[in-house]
């Protein structure tokens, strides 16, 4: 375990190993927990942040995303990337890394990993929004699509919202299997019942909530009308991307939709699909209360989650506060400090022999706080 001791002009490191370290230390029922609470009190501020659509730069085989976004105090910004192919080359499709700055200052306090954090910021999310907008009594959950995000969504659906039942559906057999894997004698799945589907419509039949979590860099319909039971809710988080999509356009017609940040929705989301004028509820409303959830028992609700700018920002301050708390972590070498903030040059000035040498820059610049040991 490293340890941080905080300086206002020291950066503080997460690795993802120390992420780890802070699940593991704090429990993942805990933490998920935590999370959700740190999102809803971001969303709950909806008006205080500067927001923006997300920064997309896309590629044949993927997309790679800027996500800022600031209030009064603090600034986030997150680089993440999806690649759908990237599994078969090793790497995970979705990649995660940011930071969190003073606003008053713009030093940057944490740099941090978010790959594994996005998973679990993502699962918090998505609890967030079933709890406001399922059904009170679902118990019944489909994970369609198994693979990095799908063990943090059936572990959140399962300690925070009392599902009891997933039935698990993914086009690659070796990736439910890997799910159950994970979930089988885990000690956080205690009275889960787990059942692997031939398909998506054996998966959803009968199901409360339907989350899909597919990566297909294409126009897909996971769910298509007359699959889901009235009073479904669908928590869609693989449509994310422009072409990428996973519910077909008469499933969203049917349904209430709900979104993060309806700007980056439209052109993101399974929203894509829907004319300009199509409406949809940003969930910020709902949750203070500006706007009805579900209308009734019987409506099929959907929250199509892109992923917006806010829950890494909330996740951040989240990591943030909880390894200072722990200790976790190391402080990065970022930003020099000077003798004189002014005299920048003192980094790269020539060393001259001589007794009047100026001293070298090592000598000058104070010396940045050495990582301590673990
Ligand atoms: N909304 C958000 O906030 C958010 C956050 C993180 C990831 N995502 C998205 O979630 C998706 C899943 O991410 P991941 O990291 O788990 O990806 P992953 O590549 O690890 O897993 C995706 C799985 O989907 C399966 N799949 C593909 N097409 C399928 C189909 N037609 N039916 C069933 N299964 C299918 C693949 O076999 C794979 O196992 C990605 O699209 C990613 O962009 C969204």
Not at 257 to 279: K, S
Not at 326 to 332: M, S, V
């Amino acid at each position: 375990m490293t340890h941080f001791t905080p300086h206002c002009q020291e950066t503080l490191f997460l690795s993802p190993s120390d992420v780890a370290g802070l699940v593991r230390s704090q429990g993942m029922a805990a933490t998920l927990d935590g999370l959700e609470a740190y999102i809803r009190q971001d969303f709950s501020r909806w008006s205080r942040f500067d927001k923006s659509a997300r920064l997309a730069s896309h590629s044949p085989d993927g997309v790679i995303e800027l996500m800022p976004i600031a209030d009064g105090a603090h600034y986030s910004f997150k680089y993440v990337n999806g690649h759908p192919k990237n599994t078969s080359q090793g790497l995970p499709t979705v990649m995660a890394f940011g930071v969190l700055a003073d606003v008053s200052t713009g030093m940057p306090m944490l740099v941090s990993e978010l790959t594994l954090a996005t998973a679990l910021r993502t699962a918090a999310t998505s609890v967030l929004a079933a709890r406001a907008l399922a059904r009170p009594e679902s118990r019944v959950m489909a994970l369609i699509g198994n693979g990095a995000q799908s063990e943090f969504q059936a572990l959140a659906f399962h300690r925070l919202l009392g599902i009891d039942e997933i039935r698990l559906y993914d086009t690659d057999a070796a990736a439910t299997a890997k799910l159950v894997r994970n979930l089988q004698d885990n000690p956080d799945t205690a009275g889960l019942r787990l059942r692997a589907c031939a398909s998506s419509l054996e998966a959803v039949r009968d199901a409360d909530i339907v989350t899909t979590l597919t990566a297909d860099k294409t126009q897909a319909a996971i769910i298509t009308a007359g699959m889901l039971r009235p009073g479904t809710h669908l928590n869609a988080v693989g449509g994310d991307c422009p072409g990428k999509t996973e519910i077909h356009p008469e499933v969203l017609a049917a349904a209430k939709v709900f979104v993060e940040y309806e700007p980056q929705t439209r052109v993101e989301g399974d929203l894509q699909q829907m004319p300009a004028g199509f409406a949809v509820t940003e969930l910020w409303q709902v949750l203070a209360g500006q706007a009805t959830g579900r209308d009734s028992a019987a409506q099929v609700t959907v929250f199509d989650s892109v992923g917006f700018a806010l829950e890494d920002f909330s996740a951040l301050r989240y990591l943030y506060d909880q390894a200072r708390r722990l200790g976790l972590g190391r402080a990065l070498p970022l930003i020099p400090r000077l003798d004189d903030p002014k005299d920048l040059y003192q980094l790269v000035r020539p060393a001259l022999s001589g007794a009047c040498a100026a001293p070298s820059a090592g000598a000058h610049a104070k010396p940045v706080a050495e990582p301590l040991l673990n």
